[in-house]
T-cell receptor, first 116, second 112 residues
Framework: EAGVAQSPRYKIIEKRQSVAFWCNPI?????LYWYQQILGQGPKLLIQ????????DSQLPKDRFSAERLKGVDSTLKIQPAKLEDSAVYLC??????????????FGPGTRLTVT | GQQVMQIPQYQHVQEGEDFTTYCNSS?????IQWYKQRPGGHPVFLIQ?????EVKKQKRLTFQFGEAKKNSSLHITATQTTDVGTYFC????????????FGTGTKLQVIP
């Protein structure tokens, strides 16, 4: 099966500019996550969707970050305006619950964002 | 909120030596997951443990879930250069909806 797709893979922008990331999860996965991973740290959950509804956005800086998942499939994450501290890898993941196995998250390759 | 800590943060081993990383949660977990992230790559799911005291093996990797379900360990026997990467444990949040909190990670470097 095809994995989680993300684009672009790399992005360099200046501070105060805007940027958008796209994610296409594995077909049939109802749950979609966006993570921010700063170099040397573990992934930090920004937002989680169940189908097209948000179930957790408690760590999303809502003054500058926004995300949507139209029709419960693809998702976009936007930053406007970007700050230097937003430099990180943005990972998209999707998951489904397997009886007896629980949740396995499948990650995309990520988008490496550099804000200068 | 829930915290998941891992030790050590970094580990350098000679190829062929064993390696262990430990994961500790501030809360009791219903299950624990382990992921591996190669340098420049993305996290890849390795395994999930559910039962108290559970031990699972994948070739040279042995995963253990503590009796109190608050800690876990990953042991690699006779490390190889292909084992290089960062190993994360992840535990579910109490809010359900398949949410997890990732640990701080242990970065393994294997010296050939």
């Amino acid at each position: 099966e095809a994995g989680v797709a993300q684009s672009p893979r790399y992005k360099i922008i200046e501070k105060r500019q805007s940027v958008a990331f796209w994610c296409n999860p594995i077909s049939g996965h109802a749950t979609l996550y966006w993570y921010q991973q700063i170099l040397g740290q573990g992934p930090k959950l920004l937002i989680q969707f169940q189908n097209n509804g948000v179930v957790d956005d408690s760590q999303l800086p809502k003054d500058r970050f926004s995300a949507e998942r139209l029709k419960g499939v693809d998702s976009t994450l936007k930053i406007q305006p970007a700050k230097l501290e937003d430099s990180a890898v943005y990972l998209c993941a999707s998951s489904y619950r397997t009886p007896g196995r629980g949740v396995e998250q499948y990650f995309g390759p990520g988008t490496r964002l550099t804000v200068t | 909120g829930q915290q998941v800590m891992q030790i050590p943060q970094y580990q350098h081993v000679q190829e062929g030596e064993d390696f262990t990383t430990y994961c500790n949660s501030s809360t009791t977990l219903s299950n624990i997951q382990w992921y591996k992230q190669r340098p420049g790559g993305h996290p890849v799911f390795l395994i999930q443990l559910v039962k108290s005291g559970e031990v699972k093996k994948q070739k040279r990797l042995t995963f253990q879930f503590g009796e109190a379900k608050k800690n876990s360990s990953l042991h690699i026997t006779a490390t190889q250069t292909t084992d290089v990467g960062t190993y994360f444990c992840a535990g579910p949040n109490s809010g359900g909806y398949q949410k997890v909190t990732f640990g701080t990670g242990t970065k393994l470097q294997v010296i050939p």
